[in-house]
Structure formats: structure tokens, C-alpha cells
């Protein structure tokens, strides 16, 4: 059974960065979609960030982009986004997800699709 595993979420300053990571084991890695979306209290998922790891070919949701960048350390099997930048209205639990048919890729957020997501990591980020 695949499994992701979410960490380095935290309080934080507006302005400040954080990193988050996401371990994954029982899902191949090489040429694989992954994904970060996040949920805040009260509000919908939002799909922020997806790579592929076979070329590194990326895409962000205009609210993060130019802020977060995401990417892979391959030897950890570990998918990272930073986060710089950090805005009061980013704080939310925010979840990697694997993607196999790599809809999140084009900005399609198909929830069903998604073959497994983590338990979360919280980020609070104070103005």
C-alpha cells in the first residue's frame, strides 16, 4: 500500500518561508505527477502546485506562483514545496498527492483521480 507522508508545516511571519516535505514510499517515484493542494478552515481544496518528475515540467496556481516553487529530491523519493513569501492567507493544512494520470499538471483538479494524498502538514502564517 502506497503512503505519503507530510512534514515541516509551522507558525510563521507574513514574509517569511517555510519547506515542506513529502516522503512518499509504495508509488514509483521516476516519471510520476505529484501534487500540493491545501485546504484552510471553512474553505475548499485548492490546487496550488504539481510536478512531473520525469522531465521537472511544473505548474502553479496563479496565487502561489512567483512564491512557491516545487521539486524532488530523487535519491529520497521526496517531493518539497518551498514557500517564500508567506501571506496571511496562505495558512492552511496543505496535502501532497500523487497524480497518476497527471491531470493536476494542466490545472485539473480531479480529487477522485488522485491515487493517494497524506495526512497534512498545517501551516499558519501570522500577519
Known amino acids: 500500500q502506497g503512503r505519503l507522508v507530510e512534514s515541516g508545516g509551522g507558525s510563521v511571519e507574513a514574509g517569511g518561508s517555510l519547506t515542506l516535505s513529502c516522503v512518499v514510499s509504495?508509488?514509483?517515484?521516476?516519471?510520476?505527477?505529484f501534487s500540493w493542494f491545501r485546504q484552510a478552515p471553512g474553505k475548499e481544496r485548492e490546487g496550488i502546485a504539481a510536478l512531473y518528475t520525469g522531465d521537472g515540467m511544473t505548474y502553479y496556481t496563479d496565487s502561489v506562483k512567483g512564491r512557491f516553487t516545487i521539486s524532488q529530491d530523487s535519491a529520497q523519493n521526496t517531493v518539497l514545496l518551498h514557500m517564500n513569501s508567506l501571506k496571511a492567507d496562505d495558512t492552511a493544512t496543505y496535502y501532497c498527492a500523487v497524480d497518476p494520470v497527471c491531470n493536476t499538471l494542466v490545472n485539473k483538479w480531479y480529487w477522485n483521480a488522485l491515487a493517494a494524498w497524506g495526512q497534512g502538514t498545517l501551516v499558519t502564517v501570522s500577519s
Open positions: 509504495g508509488f514509483t517515484f521516476v516519471n510520476q505527477c
